[in-house]
């Protein structure tokens, strides 16, 4: 167990692997309070990935259900064009390695054993939260290798064009790869890392020179507009960290840990630095996003007893007292940090990541909170970005203020947009908040401006008031700027006539 894990939660890597020591249960299917706030967006359209939506029909039975209502409002028919490319995908590699399937599943097993205690199927059983009784043992372990099978062969295809078949659907159809990572990113439809790394493991001899399996993940996530600048930021923080290894639970765990785990080695950096638990920029004049004096489990507290903890003013607001906006490249989206321009006047300028919002960025988004609300080994990071960012924006006039300083990349409309992050986050309970020192930073800024605009205010209402002090305040004007400028005019024309004199 880490020293952190001793003396408060640190947000380190460690802590999610011990964390998840306690229990492999990592995959669940949605609670209602969640998925009511909008069904599409946790529910595949048109893959199913893992057991949930494998067998709709045959789970509605033992149930004691009807299909449509044991389904929740999808079925086996939905999925046809994909079950006929799983086949496709997995005869690829069948013809490839030269076995059949039985002799594929023998190898699964015997590698599996050889990694894990306990058998292959038991081991994957175990990470889904939710009993899949209704899928036989033969059923199962062959779903677990031709769903891996045709996940692999997905991100193979997405890198290399010359594994792709001319007549590929998924290729030729310019949507139908979003389509898919819409599904591949869902919570509910996840398979265990661990299968999908023993498939590539198996697999990668019959496809030479390729590269690891979180990069070819990551790199095929990277064309999709929210993820790009993540995915391709961690990637280069994998080559360049060659002994860096985390133990991921599943696809979605992967992407999270793209956006998360550069920010924590932002901060490790900055402590080892600073040589002590506060993070400073002293040669740019930021402040840090994250926690900088307390121990977590005092932020916790003081976060939900004090709303100046983790309430801002809009972006509108901020801006109107004089605090700037800048888009910023960042290898973490989450790596929001707050400081002052150069120079003896410099502005209060928020520095944000752009983030570009597209129609795959809510279902990404939900499905990346749901699993910090579900799974005990996190944190809410996510989460706090989220209510964050909804605090800035609560008009369309704050999302056009973002959109024209570069901070989001908005492929909606501008009420969409507004929309995005409020929605994201209702039916959430969160006992933790990412931004504390920041927003605590940003109101102290906010207050100071506000008085200092206000008492001008108040100053030259009140020298307004009097109509005396208006009178003499023109006459001035008038005495300072314009009789200069006559007698300047005057004394040019004279010289004038006196050189033609």
């Known amino acids: 167990m880490s020293a952190n894990r001793k003396t408060g939660r640190d947000h380190t890597v460690i802590d999610i692997i011990d964390d998840r020591e306690k229990s492999k249960k990592c995959i669940f299917r949605l609670p209602n309070v969640l998925r009511r706030q909008n069904p599409e967006a946790y529910t595949p359209d048109v893959v199913s990935i893992g057991p949930f939506h494998h067998y709709p029909e045959k789970r509605g039975k033992e149930e004691g259900k009807g299909v449509e209502e044991g389904k929740q409002g999808i079925g086996d028919a939905d999925f046809q064009l994909t079950k006929?490319?799983?086949?496709?995908?997995?005869?690829?590699?069948?013809?490839?390695?030269?076995?059949?399937?039985?002799?594929?599943?023998?190898?699964?097993?015997?590698?599996?054993?050889?990694?894990?205690?306990?058998?292959?199927?038991?081991?994957?059983?175990?990470?889904?939260?939710?009993?899949?009784?209704?899928?036989?043992?033969?059923?199962?372990?062959?779903?677990?290798?031709?769903?891996?099978?045709?996940?692999?062969?997905?991100?193979?295809?997405?890198?290399?064009?010359?594994?792709?078949?001319?007549?590929?659907?998924?290729?030729?159809?310019?949507?139908?790869?979003?389509?898919?990572?819409?599904?591949?990113?869902?919570?509910?439809?996840?398979?265990?890392?661990?299968?999908?790394?023993?498939?590539?493991?198996?697999?990668?001899?019959?496809?030479?020179?390729?590269?690891?399996?979180?990069?070819?993940?990551?790199?095929?996530?990277?064309?999709?507009?929210?993820?790009?600048?993540?995915?391709?930021?961690?990637n280069k923080h994998l080559r360049n960290n060659c002994n860096f290894a985390a133990d991921y639970l599943h696809i979605l765990d992967l992407v999270r840990a793209s956006i998360v785990i550069p920010l924590r080695t932002i901060q490790e950096r900055a402590h080892k630095a600073a040589g002590k638990e506060s993070m400073a920029y002293p040669e740019e004049h930021e402040v840090d996003s994250g926690n900088k004096h307390k121990g977590n489990n005092e932020v916790v507290h003081e976060a939900i007893i004090d709303p100046d903890l983790h309430q801002i003013r809009t972006a509108t607001a901020l801006s109107n007292v004089g605090i700037k906006f800048k888009s910023v490249e960042r290898d973490s989206i989450m790596d929001i940090r707050f400081g002052r321009s150069r120079g003896c006047f410099g502005h209060a300028i928020l520095m944000i990541p752009q983030l570009n919002i597209d129609l795959l960025s809510e279902p990404l988004f939900r499905n990346l909170i749901a699993i910090e609300q579900c799974y005990h080994g996190y944190s809410n990071e996510i989460t706090s970005y989220a209510i964050f960012m909804d605090n800035l924006i609560c008009s369309e006039e704050d999302m056009d203020l973002l959109r024209k300083e570069k901070v989001i990349g908005n492929w909606m409309s501008d009420e969409d947009g507004c929309k995005f992050f409020s929605n994201l986050y209702k039916g959430i309970r969160h006992n933790s908040f990412y931004y504390v020192e920041l927003c605590r930073q940003l109101n102290c800024v906010y207050r100071l401006k506000e008085r200092l605009i206000g008492e001008n205010t108040r100053r030259e209402l009140k020298y307004f008031s009097n109509p005396w002090k208006v009178f003499y305040l023109i006459v001035g004007f008038f005495l300072l700027q314009i009789v200069p400028t006559l007698l300047q005019t005057v004394l040019a024309i004279k010289q004038s006539l006196a050189v033609k004199l």
């Not at 819409?182 to 265990?192: K, T, V």
């Open 84 to 234: 006929r490319m799983k086949t496709r995908y997995l005869n690829e590699i069948l013809t490839r390695m030269k076995i059949t399937l039985e002799e594929l599943t023998a190898k699964v097993s015997e590698l599996s054993d050889q990694k894990n205690e306990g058998g292959f199927e038991e081991q994957a059983r175990n990470f889904y939260a939710e009993p899949c009784d209704h899928i036989s043992s033969k059923e199962f372990i062959e779903m677990m290798i031709v769903d891996g099978c045709f996940l692999i062969q997905l991100f193979r295809k997405c890198d290399h064009s010359k594994f792709r078949a001319s007549d590929d659907p998924v290729f030729d159809m310019d949507c139908m790869f979003h389509f898919l990572c819409h599904d591949i990113l869902l919570l509910e439809n996840q398979l265990p890392w661990f299968v999908i790394h023993i498939l590539y493991d198996l697999t990668h001899d019959i496809y030479p020179d390729e590269d690891s399996l979180s990069f070819l993940v990551l790199k095929a996530f990277s064309k999709l507009p929210s993820l790009k600048q993540g995915c391709s930021s961690y």
